[in-house]
């Protein structure tokens, strides 16, 4: 199953301001997710401690040994919603 990509505002102008390199690693990190979540280049874990917005939990992947992502699905069915990237420890204060 392939997921739909919901990115809001605040996170596409995010995304814009990283660095080149990273932002080339953040599109194969999306596609990725889009097409399977659990994908282990991901390493994707839940974020502890986390609700999202829609009730469920918030989920952390890699884009880089330094940048992260964090995620999580909704709004609908089918749908991921990506929430913030950043550096590790600045992604994960507004996880």
């Known amino acids: ?22 932002q080339e690693a953040a599109k194969k990190t999306l596609r990725l997710l889009a097409e399977n979540p ?10 502890i401690q986390a609700i999202g ?6 989920f ?3 884009v880089t040994k330094k940048y992260r992502l964090t995620w ?8 991921i919603a990506l929430r913030n990237i950043d550096n590790h420890d600045e ?3 507004k996880a």
């Open 72 to 79: 999580e699905y909704g709004p609908d069915q089918g749908m």
């Open 1 to 22: 199953m392939t997921f739909q990509l919901v990115i809001p505002l605040p996170f596409e102008t995010k995304l814009k301001k990283l660095p080149a390199s990273v």
């Open 53 to 58: 917005e829609f009730g469920g939990d918030v």
């Open 38 to 47: 659990r994908h282990p280049s991901l390493k994707t874990h839940k974020v």
């Open 91 to 93: 992604c994960l204060k």
């Open 60 to 62: 952390e992947a890699y």
